[in-house]
Structures are given as C-alpha cells and as structure tokens.
C-alpha cells in the first residue's frame, strides 16, 4: 500500500470530523458564552406581581395596591433606602399618606399606607412618589385583591 491509496480515508475521515465539529460548535456556540438569564442573581429588579421604580437615592419594590372590594385599598411595597431615615409622601389622588423609609430596607406593613379608591382587582393606579426635594415620580401600580394569602393582610379591613 502506497501513501496515495490512505490518503483519501484520512482526509474524508478528517473533513468528516471538521464538519461535525463545525456543526456542533455552530448550533451550541452562542450558550456557551452567553449567560443563562434564570441563573442571573439580581434582587434589586426582582419584582413579584408589582412595580419597581426609583424616587431619588430611594428603590420602590413591588409597589402593589390591595382591595377590600369595598372601596380601600393597601399599599404592599419595599424600599431600598441607602441614606438616613427618609420620610416618603405616597399620594393617590388627592390623598397623601407618609412612609417612613429607614437605612437599609423596609418594608410596608399592614394598614401603614390606605387609600379611599374605587380602584377594582385588575386596575393600574397611578400613585404618586416623593420625598424632600428628590423630584417625584409616578408609579401605575396594580391592584389585587386578598385572595392571594401572601396579600390577604394587606386589604383594608372596613368597621
């Protein structure tokens, strides 16, 4: 056997090996450089089923309103707050309730901020956000209503 009778098993062998190369590299290339986005770890816009938005050095978390049914509404929010205690004016309409916001994070609790609202389950409502002389900002936040249990505390309750 001569060198000229191998020669052509190799290269087909080879060119055989490239191809499934090339293949395998061209259908599975872009994930192995590009990050999986379930495997990204970033809180600060990790939101539930609300609104995020940020009023000067201030981040509002998953600002959620919850209705009673019977005309008030919650509000269920975060704020990320990396300054001294800040006192955050939350107006619906032409009512203005006051949060205060301290260092770190804080969150609303039950019947800290209410609302007088014809606002229905469903509705986005635009709540207003401001503190100091940080320039507001508006926020359409959604309404719920207390049937999801992680909410339920949050739906004014009526006397």
């Known amino acids: 056997m001569g060198l000229d009778e191998g020669?052509?098993?190799?290269?087909?062998?080879?060119?055989?090996?490239?191809?499934?190369?090339?293949?395998?590299?061209?259908?599975?290339?872009?994930?192995?450089?590009?990050?999986?986005?379930?495997q990204l770890?970033?809180?600060e816009d990790l939101t539930s089923d609300g609104q995020n938005a940020q009023v000067g050095d201030i981040a509002i978390r998953n600002a959620i309103l919850v209705s009673n049914g019977?005309?008030?509404?919650?509000?269920?929010a975060s704020f990320?707050?990396?300054?001294?205690?800040?006192?955050?004016?939350?107006?619906?309409?032409?009512?203005?309730?006051?949060?205060?916001?301290?260092?770190?994070a804080?969150?609303?609790?039950?019947?800290?901020?209410?609302?007088?609202s014809d606002a229905q389950p469903g509705d986005l409502v635009d709540v207003y956000f401001?503190?100091?002389?940080a320039e507001g900002v508006l926020v359409s936040v959604p309404v719920l209503d207390g049937l999801l249990p992680e909410y339920a505390e949050y739906a004014p309750v009526t006397y």
């Open 7 to 38: 020669f052509p098993v190799k290269l087909r062998t080879l060119a055989t090996a490239a191809i499934a190369t090339a293949l395998l590299v061209g259908t599975t290339g872009c994930g192995m450089i590009t990050p999986v986005a379930t």
């Open 41 to 43: 770890q970033s809180n």
């Open 70 to 76: 019977d005309g008030k509404v919650g509000l269920s």
């Open 80 to 104: 990320v707050n990396d300054a001294n205690l800040v006192f955050l004016d939350i107006t619906l309409g032409e009512q203005t309730a006051e949060f205060g916001a301290y260092d770190g």
């Open 106 to 116: 804080s969150k609303t609790e039950p019947g800290d901020v209410e609302f007088t």
């Open 130 to 133: 401001q503190y100091g002389t």
